[in-house]
């Protein structure tokens, strides 16, 4: 992989007009602030880090997930349905176009891309179709896809958003109606909830929770015991997170994370996206930008670029941040 000093070495050796191959980049290379509300954030971002500006001019960037076979950052454009890949040196450039629906876009389907990515345990990409309405498996060499599910007891699931892969090879993924013109009220639906779920290896498809609004973002901890939840929903922006049993089913869940006064401030965004360090900590995006917690759900500071981010990811080693922030991606280095 690419060690830290070197992505941003790359990156401050350039021009602006350099970082983003075919986009845009407007003003400064870098944007947004860190709010530290406690001193031990500084174990985690050094005081004098800042927010990188990688690429710029995406309808909605969503989905990271960094590449360590090829040492490189996927990232998702559900509008545009493209898949871009960021190279150190080489910007941001089309990698699937197509990404999701590989037909016309019927009526009703707003996004038609893919949005969550995640890398399998055999370097293929693992994805949630929200045009395909489907969870899918792609080979990064050849692009083939292959349906991995999409359905529930026969019914074809909403839009799939949002996922993570646990050491089992069980897939959790979110189903929210995002997908959809008409959201909730789209004759396009054929279940009724928003369901969050768990695709196992062998390809049933189990139910966890259907009581939520709007599930989003999804996350395991470390030791996979425990399973962190974002909840898009204006009334109850919350991270839930759910306690799993030694064969990864729930015995029950809790609040870890309160983002309403965030919300009350008026800060962009929502509970989206999440992931989880390999010490514990939880990077979930909500208003103001990636909330970082304790294992314990202490909030320790706000990585905020002035947008609303949608989701995030760890790379080089585990010491960097992409961030997917509206019609950017940023960076900002991790100790």
Request: charge should be neutral; aromatic fraction near 6%.
């Amino acid at each position: 992989m690419i060690a830290r000093r070197t992505v941003l070495a790359s990156l401050a050796a350039m021009p602006l007009a350099a970082i983003a191959v075919g986009k845009s980049v407007a003003g400064s290379a870098t944007m947004g602030s860190v709010t530290r509300l406690s001193a031990a954030l500084d174990r985690i971002i050094a005081p004098s880090a800042s927010i990188e500006i990688l690429a710029h001019g995406f309808r909605w960037a969503e989905g990271p997930v960094w590449v360590p076979q090829g040492d490189y950052l996927l990232f998702s454009d559900p509008p545009a349905n493209i898949v871009y890949r960021w190279r150190a040196g080489l910007g941001a450039q089309p990698f699937l176009s197509p990404a999701g629906l590989q037909t016309a876009v019927p009526p009703g389907i707003r996004e038609a891309g893919l949005n969550g990515l995640a890398i399998d345990k055999t370097g293929q990409l693992i994805a949630a179709d929200s045009g395909t309405r489907a969870i899918v498996r792609i080979d990064l060499q050849t692009t083939k896809r292959t349906i991995l599910a999409d359905r529930f007891h026969s019914r074809r699931f909403n839009s799939p958003n949002d996922l993570c892969i646990a050491p089992s090879g069980t897939i959790y993924f979110t189903d929210p109606p995002y997908g959809f013109a008409d959201g909730d009220a789209s004759s396009l639906r054929e279940i009724d909830h928003n369901g969050l779920y768990a695709l196992t290896p062998d390809g049933d498809v189990a139910l966890l929770d259907g009581n939520h609004r709007r599930p989003n973002g999804v996350a395991l901890s470390p030791d996979g015991r425990t399973l962190y939840l974002a909840l898009s929903d204006e009334k109850r922006p919350e991270v839930r997170a759910y306690t799993l049993d030694a064969k990864g089913r729930l015995i029950d869940q809790r609040l870890f994370h309160d983002m309403r006064s965030q919300r009350a401030q008026g800060l962009p965004g929502l509970p989206d996206g999440i992931k989880v360090a390999p010490d514990g900590h939880v990077f979930a995006t909500g208003p103001g930008g990636v909330h970082i917690l304790t294992p314990d759900g202490v909030l320790l500071g706000i990585v905020g670029t002035g947008k609303a981010v949608a989701n995030c990811c760890f790379g080089a080693n585990g010491k960097s941040l992409f961030m997917t922030s509206s019609d950017s991606v940023a960076i900002i280095a991790l100790l």
